[in-house]
Structures are given as structure tokens and as C-alpha cells.
């Protein structure tokens, strides 16, 4: 089973709609992102969260929203979807608990999003 | 403001051959520099990191180049292989990203291994 398990894996939808991506995690640790791939910009960074009471904007926050559930649940939500927002989504965690900032994240293998 | 930057967009090398992969940051407060793989449908994977008080550091045929004063590190991959062909991506973090665990990452470059 994956660490880092995001669902759905491919998402078709039309503008204007409410959509929520998942991401769940069983590796224990306490920070968790969320990025967004598009061609010749690489990954970038739209939220992410220290732990369940500490959620940070990103780099491109405008337009998404996020929410911690829990340790291992980390979901982003697009209120209105709007065609820009296609794109490949990444969730990724990281443990600072053991090394201070320096620690690799590891990334779920993502949510294809097309909003037509 | 691209503060990270892969300027190769793709490199193709053969079988056995050194693979050299580069990347430019412009914040001098980086202190933190990774290395990912990327398969097509799959997530980045970690492949080897470093600190900016070192400048090298080697995991089997991966190595990690540092230029702190040109500000410029490269992954050379020795001998590569098929399986190498992937996308990389560099990034960068520490102070220069709010001392976050952030992770500024550049466009990626398409590395293919011929047979």
C-alpha cells in the first residue's frame, strides 16, 4: 500500500463546480502539502500544514481552500472551478519531529484534474 | 521570479555514458538542495539531497555537485540506464523559503537513456 494515497486519481469536471481532493497519509508525520504540476513551471506550492491547527498559504492559494482533518488527512477543495486550475495535483508529507527542517518530502502520485 | 531554474528542458544521453543535470537558484539563503525523480502517473521521488555546508555528496551512482559561490548544483548520474529516464527535478529550501521546510522547485528536465 502507498504512504501518500490521493483519490480520486483522475478528475473530469465542468466550471463552476465544487471539487475536493483527498490525501491521506500513513506514514506518521506531521507536515503535509499540496502542490500543483503544469508544464515548464514545476511543482508549486499551494498549502500546506505544520500540524492539525497550523495551515499555511502557499505560493498560488488564491482560489483553493484546504482543511486538516486529522493528522493523516489533508484535503484541498476548489470552491468554484474555473479552466486555469487544470492541472496535475500533488499531496506531500515530510517528518520534522527527528531532523528539524532538513527533511525530504514524500509525494502521493497525484490527481489529474481537467475542468472544461 | 523563478528562483530556482533547470534551463535544459531535456538531455539524452547513451547507455553507460555520465549524465549531467543543472540547476541555478538566484536566493542566497538556500541552505538546503534535493534532487527528485519523476516517472510518468507516479509522484516525485527523493533521490538524494545537500546541505549547503557540504559541496558534494554521493549515493551509489548519484552525485550531488554544489557551486555555493556561483550558485549552481548538478546531479551526475554514472553510468546511466534506461531506468534513469525520467524527469528531475531540483529544489530548494531553508531560509530562503521562510525556514519552512518549503520546497522551491525548478521546471524539470526530461532526462532519456538510449540503449
Known amino acids: 500500500d502507498a504512504d501518500v494515497t490521493q483519490t480520486p486519481r483522475n478528475r473530469i469536471t465542468k466550471t463552476g463546480k465544487r471539487i475536493m481532493l483527498e490525501c491521506s497519509q500513513t506514514k506518521g508525520h506531521d507536515r503535509m502539502y499540496w502542490y500543483r504540476q503544469d508544464p515548464g513551471l514545476g511543482l508549486r506550492l499551494i498549502y500546506y500544514?505544520?500540524?492539525?491547527?497550523?495551515?499555511n498559504k502557499g505560493e498560488i492559494s488564491d482560489g483553493y481552500s484546504v482543511s486538516r482533518q486529522a493528522q493523516a488527512k489533508f484535503s484541498l477543495s476548489l470552491e468554484s472551478a474555473i479552466p486555469n486550475q487544470t492541472a496535475l495535483y500533488f499531496c506531500a508529507t515530510s517528518d520534522t519531529r527527528q531532523g528539524g527542517f532538513f527533511q525530504p518530502q514524500h509525494f502521493g502520485d497525484g490527481t489529474r484534474l481537467s475542468i472544461l | 521570479d523563478q528562483q530556482v531554474k533547470q534551463n535544459s528542458p531535456s538531455l539524452s544521453v547513451q547507455e553507460g555514458r555520465i549524465s549531467i543535470l543543472n540547476c541555478d537558484y538566484t536566493n542566497s539563503m538556500f541552505d538546503y538542495f534535493l534532487w527528485y525523480k519523476k516517472y510518468p502517473a507516479e509522484g516525485p521521488t527523493f533521490l538524494i539531497s545537500i546541505s549547503s555546508i557540504k559541496d558534494k555528496n554521493e549515493d551509489g551512482r548519484f552525485t550531488v555537485f554544489l557551486n555555493k559561490s556561483a550558485k549552481h548544483l548538478s546531479l551526475h548520474i554514472v553510468p546511466s540506464q534506461p531506468g534513469d529516464s525520467a524527469v528531475y527535478f531540483c529544489?530548494?529550501?531553508?531560509?530562503?523559503?521562510?525556514?519552512?521546510?518549503?520546497?522551491?522547485f525548478g521546471q524539470g528536465t526530461t532526462l532519456q537513456v538510449k540503449p
Open positions: 529544489a530548494a529550501s531553508g531560509i530562503g523559503s521562510g525556514n519552512t521546510g518549503k520546497l522551491i
Open positions: 500544514s505544520f500540524d492539525v491547527k497550523d495551515i
